[in-house]
């Protein structure tokens, strides 16, 4: 039986309709996440940063109260680019728990701000948290000029076995913890503060992403929450504590504590749609594919 030219045309004018507008949907997000990023490590033309609106030099120093010995590049042996081994590419790979940190400044890559803070942190870690890790916690990454229990954003590792990942957006602690009594991390009030991950999809031969978004913080409604592998694993709300920064203090330090590879270091100025992080988490040569737009 012979159709009618229209029933053809029309439904073939649909799908490549539908196609275009599929397509300028994806090429806009990946436009608009080009323009909300700050920071980028690939580490794939070694340690300093692919991008960067503030310094793209990555910096080692003996501790954190050696400020003033800090050194250009990546001084720990125990640090070092794994070719062919990140999620695309090369990747940074740590092999010991040792002395000092590395670091890339915060300031214009972190968009701090006093009054309205947002923004967003995305990075990918490989390891086996059971068998990697040594005895302790484990910070894979920590932004903040003075510690982790004041004014901060990380991610840590538990310190033992079955080890939960969790979240900690901590803010002032000359306000959160005004008497201190024992260690803060044993802290009730400061656990309190945490979104906390049991049984966290991590493996030895499988690559985990993870995407931190938080919003309005030094406002009444300061809000914060993990992603992994695209997915939310806990949002915490009401955040009211202030976050107070010396900024030419304030640096992104990554792998305290860490035993494995981490690939793709990305800071973003606001934070990111979950279309956005499907879209991060999906790229197929990672955020190279954003900075082409």
């Not at 070092?80 to 940190?101: P, Q, V």
């Not at 538990?158 to 959160?176: M, S």
């Not at 991590?202 to 931190?212: E, M, Q, R």
């Amino acid at each position: 039986m012979l159709q009618n030219k229209n029933t053809l045309v029309i439904p073939l004018l649909n799908a490549i309709t539908i196609l275009f507008l599929t397509s300028c949907q994806k090429d806009t997000s990946k436009a608009d996440l080009k323009d909300a990023l700050t920071f980028y490590a690939s580490f794939d033309q070694g340690v300093n940063a692919d991008f960067a609106l503030g310094d793209k030099q990555m910096y080692t120093i003996p501790n954190r109260k050696a400020r003033d010995s800090a050194q250009v590049g990546l001084h720990k042996p125990d640090i070092s680019i794994a070719k062919g081994k990140g999620r695309y590419g090369d990747g940074l790979l740590f092999t010991e728990r040792s002395k000092g940190n590395i670091y890339y400044p915060s300031k214009n890559n972190i968009t701090y701000n006093a009054t309205d803070w947002s923004g967003a942190v995305s990075f990918w870690l490989k390891l086996d948290p059971a068998t990697d890790l040594k005895p302790g916690y484990c910070d894979p990454i920590q932004i903040t000029d003075v510690s982790y229990n004041d004014a901060s954003i990380w991610v840590d590792f538990t310190k033992e076995n079955p080890r939960d990942f969790r979240l900690g957006v901590i803010g002032d602690r000359a306000v959160w913890n005004p008497n201190p009594e024992g260690p803060d991390n044993e802290n009730p009030i400061f656990n309190e503060k945490l979104v906390a991950v049991k049984n966290p999809p991590f493996g030895k031969d499988v690559w985990t992403h993870i995407l931190i978004n938080y919003s309005h913080l030094n406002t009444q409604n300061g809000e914060a929450s993990l992603y992994m592998n695209g997915k939310l694993k806990g949002t915490r709300s009401n955040i009211t504590t202030p976050f107070t920064w010396d900024l030419e203090l304030s640096n992104i330090y990554i792998g305290l504590g860490y035993i494995g590879l981490m690939d793709e270091l990305s800071v973003f100025n606001r934070v990111l749609t979950n279309e956005e992080i499907l879209i991060l988490y999906g790229l197929e040569n990672g955020v190279h594919s954003v900075l082409n737009q």
